[in-house]
Nanobody
Framework: VQLQASGGGLVQTGGSLRLSCAAS????????MGWFRQAPGKEREFVTA????????YYADSVEGRFTISRDNAENTIHLQMNSLKPEDTAVYYC?????????????????WGQGTQVTVSS
């Protein structure tokens, strides 16, 4: 199983970035997919998740209204569109896969992880 995250970078406050995560080696349609992030000195935190069919999305309060998760089951890919970025969004962003019909905000309940992509928002 491999989750390959990409799309991170350096952006100014108020800017946008689009992250992608390509999955291989797993029955993608059977997995809840999510994004987590980890800032220096902090624990990994939930950002967003999307159900297997893509019909329901969940967001952390801190990103609600600014971030949008989507998935393409034909391409085994998820995306995270991040708008109105703030310096506090600076972190390494990880995509994750959970073999369940139910989403979770707990990192420990996800089965597979990508390698992470750095997002830096300058003030």
């Amino acid at each position: 199983v491999q989750l390959q995250a990409s799309g991170g970078g350096l952006v100014q406050t108020g800017g946008s970035l689009r992250l992608s995560c390509a999955a291989s080696g797993l029955p993608f349609r059977n997995y809840i997919m999510g994004w987590f992030r980890q800032a220096p000195g902090k624990e990994r935190e939930f950002v967003t998740a999307i159900t297997r069919g893509g019909g329901v999305r969940y967001y952390a309060d801190s990103v609600e209204g600014r971030f949008t998760i989507s998935r393409d089951n034909a391409e085994n890919t998820i995306h995270l569109q991040m708008n109105s970025l703030k310096p506090e969004d600076t972190a390494v962003y990880y995509c994750a896969a959970r073999a369940s019909a139910y989403y979770s905000r707990l990192a420990g309940l996800y089965d597979y992880w990508g390698q992470g992509t750095q997002v830096t928002v300058s003030s």
